[in-house]
């Protein structure tokens, strides 16, 4: 007898029955239904896999002309035989390994046909790349000749505005700075950060999220309210007052507030500066006395990379400090894997806001190269000009004017290798783009400035390798003395103390020269130093004369104009630097390649660290008065290295025996 599936009977809402046999069919198809969709997704990530990796294999994006779809073309060709080889040999080894004999022949099999299948995928997409540039040559010409620009990341053509970018990038650092204070909690709303001490946030009365409007404003209030003179019964005023103001002056400025969050109150004049209140700008803008050409060339990259080394670890300091606090005995790993995620975000940050502040420096010195030689393009727009003579007469001031600028910076130190460095990265920018803008495929100027261009930034990376093995290498040799030294002190300080103070002249002697050893390093590290910078002022100028010769809010005529000004200030500024460096020579045995003696350049940093020190510590001192400083210290070693002499002269002179001679008739 057949057993009858039960049957479920239950009443609808108009009363009638209705039967529910297939609700247990419909429960069944569940399992089924997730397990298609669970497929399906599955199926969708390794196809979004597959299509990340032949992205990242073959070249796909939309090519600039016919040389860029042939360049991508065989990029994708020599990625493809690459892959393909590669394939062939892994694929056998690794079967083997994972199967034995029979793995090896079936890798084997699968290398072979990935070996023709991946060439044969390269070579197909490098022929749609040539087709594609060869298609996009004509928009390419068309729009070049319209004076658009091709941008690398949207891969279009656009029209460049130097003001358009100029507000973009100030949007982008107002936000930047919003998103940072967000992120910091620069804010009063908010959980509060954790600090040393929060007595003066509390004699304030704001939080240690406060920004400096909301504690500048609060301290008003509060200096107001207990003012001296209108509490004049109170004997406790002046001395509240006091403390208010000196817990405002602490927490408005971000050094010394930095400070304080990290060390509490400790005696503000006796805490100890760490590397992140230090401000590398300061030192290298009074190292190499910058502030002549800074207009030009803005901030130099190496001070900038100094101050993003400075603040990752101070970053790192403080996300240690902060797990070290919170952090359980019993969740280090997850402790250090949310510190690791957290410091690599923040390198991340770093590094968007590097690309950012770099952006700034190029437009701002774009700026300022347009206002300079306006006087010049506007000469030459005007009305008044009808002859040959005129436009001469204002070449001849113009000229006149830049020889004057130039004269002027090379009485710093390093203003002859200044001058040497914009001048000759102006003169062969301006030179190649007057070359191709006056014929079709460019006059013998345009592609010798361009070979030479190509020749000097080869030699500039050459040299930046080569400073960099000298200082290693000098740096290491000064290491080993220290460390030798350092050995050999312990030794002698576990010795009893009459053996002490009988090496003690010893001691002195060879401390004095293991300081000399190191300051016979600042030589290499000062060229390492100088090589860095030629080569970040060259590739900064090439993107500042870009940006002004590709300006497409003012006439391609008035281009031109900005082409022939910035060529004169080349010429100019190379012809006087090199004219400085043989008027200023080579006086000295132990200068380096910039002219520049050891202690010239031992007198600068001592100055220069001097004058970060202060800067850290809430003082202002210019760069002005940092140059004053080193001509009076400079001054000063020269007066006591003559009394050296005249010492050394007058005993050289005194009678060996100690006695005055006595003249015998």
């Known amino acids: 007898m057949s057993q009858e599936k039960p049957v479920n009977i239950s009443i609808n809402s108009q009363g009638a029955p209705v039967e529910e046999e297939k609700k247990e069919s419909t429960t069944a198809s569940a399992p089924a239904s997730s397990d298609a969709s669970t497929t399906v997704a599955k199926m969708d990530t390794e196809l979004e896999q597959e299509r990340q990796v032949f992205t990242q294999l073959f070249s796909t994006r939309k090519p600039k002309d016919g040389w860029a779809g042939l360049s991508s073309g065989l990029k994708s060709v020599a990625k493809g035989t690459a892959a393909g080889m590669a394939s062939l040999v892994a694929q056998p080894v690794v079967g083997a390994q994972q199967h034995g004999f029979g793995g090896f022949l079936t890798g084997l099999a699968t290398g072979v046909a990935t070996a023709v299948a991946l060439p044969m995928t390269g070579l197909g997409v490098g022929m749609y790349q040539v087709g594609r540039g060869l298609v996009n040559s004509a928009e390419a010409i068309t729009s070049s000749n319209q004076g658009m620009i091709w941008d690398e990341e949207k891969r279009a053509w656009y029209y460049y505005k130097l003001d358009d970018e100029a507000e973009k990038v100030e949007e982008l650092l107002k936000e930047q700075a919003k998103k940072k204070g967000d992120n910091s909690g620069s804010s009063s709303n908010g959980p509060e950060r954790k600090v040393k001490d929060r007595a003066y946030y509390d004699l304030l009365g704001v939080s240690t999220n406060a920004t400096q409007a909301e504690i500048k404003k609060q301290y008003y209030v509060k200096a107001r309210k207990c003012h001296p003179d209108k509490n004049p019964n109170d004997p406790t005023a002046a001395n509240r007052f006091q403390e208010l103001g000196h817990a405002y002056q602490v927490l408005s400025n971000e050094q010394t507030r930095a400070a304080y969050d990290r ?360 760069e002005k008065d940092a140059e004053y400083m080193i001509k009076q210290q400079r001054i000063m070693k020269q007066q006591q290295q003559a009394q050296q002499q005249q010492a050394q002269q007058a005993q050289q002179q005194r009678p060996k025996g100690g006695e005055p001679e006595v003249m015998h008739a």
């Open 263 to 622: 060390d509490g109150l400790n005696d503000q004049n006796d805490q100890k500066l760490q590397m992140a209140d230090i401000d590398p700008y300061v030192f290298f803008a009074v190292m190499f006395g910058s502030d002549g050409v800074t207009p030009y060339i803005g901030e130099l990259w190496i001070a900038n990379k100094a101050d993003t080394v400075l603040k990752d670890s101070k970053m790192a300091h403080d996300l240690a400090q902060a797990s070290a606090e919170d952090g359980a005995p019993n969740s280090s790993s997850e402790a250090d894997m949310a510190q690791l995620q957290q410091r690599e975000e923040r390198i991340k940050q770093l590094l968007e806001e590097d690309q950012l502040v770099q952006r700034k420096r190029q437009v701002v010195c774009a700026k300022n190269f347009r206002k300079r030689i306006q006087p010049f393009v506007d000469t030459y727009q005007s009305e008044n000009v009808d002859s040959r003579e005129e436009e001469e007469a204002f070449t001849s001031e113009f000229t006149l004017m830049v020889q004057a600028e130039a004269a002027e910076i090379c009485q710093t130190p390093f203003g002859h290798v200044f001058c040497k460095t914009i001048g000759k990265a102006l003169q062969l920018e301006a030179t190649e783009f007057l070359g191709f803008e006056t014929a079709l495929f460019g006059n013998w100027d345009a592609h010798s400035a361009a070979w030479e261009k190509r020749s000097v930034n080869f030699h500039n990376n050459l040299r930046v390798v080569g400073a960099g093995i000298s200082a290693v290498r000098a740096g290491s040799k000064a290491m080993k003395t220290v460390e030798e030294f350092q050995q050999q002190q312990k030794k002698e300080d576990m010795g009893n103390a009459t053996r002490a103070a009988q090496t003690g002249l010893d001691q002195t002697q060879q401390a004095k020269d293991t300081m000399e050893q190191l300051e016979d390093t600042l030589p290499a590290i000062l060229e390492l130093a100088w090589a860095i910078n030629v080569r970040d002022i060259t590739r900064t100028l090439k993107e500042v004369c870009f940006k002004l010769f590709h300006d497409s809010s003012v006439d391609p005529k008035v281009r031109q104009k900005r082409a022939i000004a910035i060529q004169i200030m080349g010429r100019e500024f190379l012809s006087i630097g090199i004219i400085s460096e043989s008027t200023k020579g080579m006086t000295s045995p132990d200068q380096d390649e910039t002219g520049i003696s050891k202690e010239e350049i031992k007198l600068r940093a001592e100055i220069a660290a001097m004058t970060t020190l202060a800067k850290a510590q809430g003082q202002e001192i210019s």
